[in-house]
């Protein structure tokens, strides 16, 4: 069972910054495929960046050039970095892990981008 836990979401102007954080239980957090999703209102849960156990990262087209994902296995947590940040980034967002086969969620964190 692996529980994931994020934080660093909350209310930023446009073009502002926000980082997220999520933290992970388990000793085996190096193996573990980790991801970014968001649900903005009225839509569907949609991929914002995900990282593999071996450092590999894609984005989605519309975050591509000012989010940044990256894990610290020895913190055993995972952070996405958002810069120049849009009303269409409001969401919540959640953390996702995939290990030995299984997916695990987060509880969600918001984020909302407003003047």
């Known amino acids: 069972q692996v529980q994931l836990v994020e934080s660093g979401g909350g209310l930023v102007q446009p073009g502002g910054s926000l980082r997220l954080s999520c933290a992970a239980s388990?000793?085996?957090?190096?193996?573990?495929?980790m991801g970014w999703y968001r649900q903005g209102p009225g839509k569907q849960r949609e991929l914002v960046a995900f990282?593999?156990?071996?450092?590999?990262?894609n984005y989605a087209d519309s975050v591509k050039g000012r989010f940044t994902i990256s894990r610290d296995n020895a913190k055993n947590t995972v952070s996405l970095q958002m810069n120049s940040l849009k009303s269409e980034d409001t969401a919540v967002y959640y953390c996702?892990?995939?290990?030995?086969?299984?997916?695990?969620w987060g509880q969600g964190t918001q984020v909302t981008v407003s003047s």
């Open positions: 990282i593999t156990s071996d450092d590999k990262t």
């Open positions: 996702k892990a995939v290990y030995s086969g299984r997916i695990y």
């Open positions: 388990g000793s085996d957090f190096s193996i573990y495929n």
